[in-house]
């Protein structure tokens, strides 16, 4: 029998930490993105295979195209809801970019601890009401969760488009390097201008 919502705030231990429930969490995305994103870039649902490495995936994990479509959200500070068509990523946050990859690239966790500060700052909750034990955890951490999404939602729209438009944009070493300088100069831009005082 399935447990309820305050039955699962039980089995949650007191002292256990904010991020590590987040962590437990999966993340879902638009089912729209598996095939014209995640399948172009990753191996996402190819399973490990010597193979793999032989098709030209950029990425290895659908888990890192999804950083990296939050990451875009994020500097472009743009979120879209997801849609009812949707799945689940398929690994708990806690479990991205633990391990080396058989692309040569190194474990990054602490990425993880970069995307639960930056969902904190940009997450709207009165973490007072958090401590307080008026908010539940478990609903914080579900928020963290919503406002990632919707980052990633809007950044895998963008990738799809670049895509769209080149199928190779992404196979460049600087891709994912001009997408988020762009996003970084246009902010810089804004808020320089916001600075400029306005003509009598």
Do not use: C
Not at 93 to 110: C, E, P, Q, V
């Amino acid at each position: 029998m399935a447990k309820t919502f305050s039955e699962i705030e039980d089995l949650i231990k007191k002292d256990e930490k904010l991020i590590d429930i987040w962590g437990r969490k999966d993340a879902y995305f638009e089912t729209k993105y598996e095939q014209s994103v995640l399948r172009v870039l990753s191996d996402y649902g190819i399973g490990a295979s010597e193979n793999t490495t032989a098709k030209g995936k950029i990425l290895g994990s659908g888990y890192e195209v999804y950083i990296m479509a939050f990451f875009i959200g994020l500097y472009a500070r743009k979120k879209l809801p997801l849609s009812d068509e949707n799945k689940k990523l398929g690994q708990p946050i806690n479990k991205w970019g633990n391990l080396d990859s058989k692309k040569f690239r190194k474990a990054y966790s602490g990425l993880r601890s970069y995307l639960f500060i930056a969902l904190v700052a940009m997450t709207e909750i009165d973490w007072i009401a958090v401590d307080k034990g008026d908010v539940k955890v478990e609903s914080a951490a579900s928020a963290l969760v919503t406002t990632m999404e919707e980052y990633a939602n809007y950044g895998f729209s963008v990738m799809e488009e670049k895509l769209k438009d080149d199928p190779a944009y992404f196979f460049s070493n600087r891709a994912f390097l001009d997408i988020f300088l762009q996003l970084t100069d246009k902010h810089r831009v804004a808020e320089e201008n916001d600075d400029i005082p306005e003509e009598l």
